[in-house]
């Protein structure tokens, strides 16, 4: 069984470009969580998904940033016109049942996309 | 709001012994999970070990055990016989209301020496 993937794994942005971040959860499962790690500190929550959905997306900044989780295809995080204090690493977890974590439903992260904003 | 506390910014442990990375919460929740991730300098999230709220026994995963005191709010990570490997980030983290996004402390650097 795959585990979560996200690409790409190094993505080099300048500042007013976009970035497009990637995320295919693991099979059979249908929730999306996504973090941004700023450097030396932890994992802060951004927004979370089910298919065709946004269940809550209380972490995101308001402006430039968008996800979506299509019926078909990979979850997308998008940063719009991004700027130096975008620069971070995103990782994407994935859980088969989402709401309240069970032992069953532990979240499982993949490997995260380090953006560098020049 | 639900807070996380990783008071120790970097340990460090002779390989072989044991050594306990603290943690403690904060939550209104009557029923709550409590997560440990290792995140070696490759960058990835490793899931650990977790532990319910109302698990009546404290959760053990292998060489991890997790010293869960309720009342003190507590959550301990314990990494027995340590092992140069495990020199990592870790990271505590709890889930939030239902939804099950996750909040994480700072996380604790441990490096184990030979």
């Known amino acids: 069984n795959a585990g979560v993937m996200q690409n790409p794994r190094h993505l080099v942005r300048r500042r007013g470009q976009e970035a497009r971040l990637r995320c295919s959860p693991m099979?059979?499962?249908?929730?999306v969580y996504w973090y941004r790690q700023l450097p030396e500190e932890g994992l802060k929550f951004m927004v979370y998904?089910?298919?065709?959905?946004?269940?809550?997306e209380s972490g995101m900044p308001k402006e430039r940033f968008s996800a979506e989780f299509p019926k078909e295809g990979p979850s997308i995080l998008r940063i719009q016109q991004v700027v130096r204090g975008d620069s971070a690493a995103y990782f994407c977890a994935s859980s088969p049942l989402g709401g309240r974590a069970l032992r069953t439903d532990t979240q499982y992260f993949g490997p995260g996309t380090r953006l560098t904003v020049l | 709001a639900q807070k996380i506390t990783q008071t120790q910014p970097g340990m460090f442990v002779q390989e072989k012994e044991a050594v306990t990375l603290d943690c403690t919460y904060d939550?209104?929740?009557?029923?709550?999970?409590l997560f440990w991730y290792k995140q070696p300098s490759s960058g990835e999230m490793i899931f650990l070990i977790y532990?319910?709220?109302?698990?009546?026994q404290n959760a053990t995963e292998g060489r991890y055990s997790l010293n869960f005191q309720k009342a003190r709010k507590s959550a301990n990570l314990v990494i027995s016989a340590s092992q140069l490997g495990d020199s990592a980030m870790y990271f505590c983290?709890?889930?939030?209301?239902?939804?099950?996004?996750?909040?994480f402390g700072k996380g604790t650097k441990l490096s184990v020496k030979p």
């Open positions: 998904l089910q298919k065709e959905n946004i269940i809550d």
């Open positions: 939550t209104s929740d009557q029923s709550y999970g």
């Open positions: 099979k059979g499962h249908s929730h």
């Open positions: 983290a709890s889930e939030r209301g239902s939804q099950g996004n996750l909040i």
């Open positions: 532990q319910g709220s109302y698990d009546e």
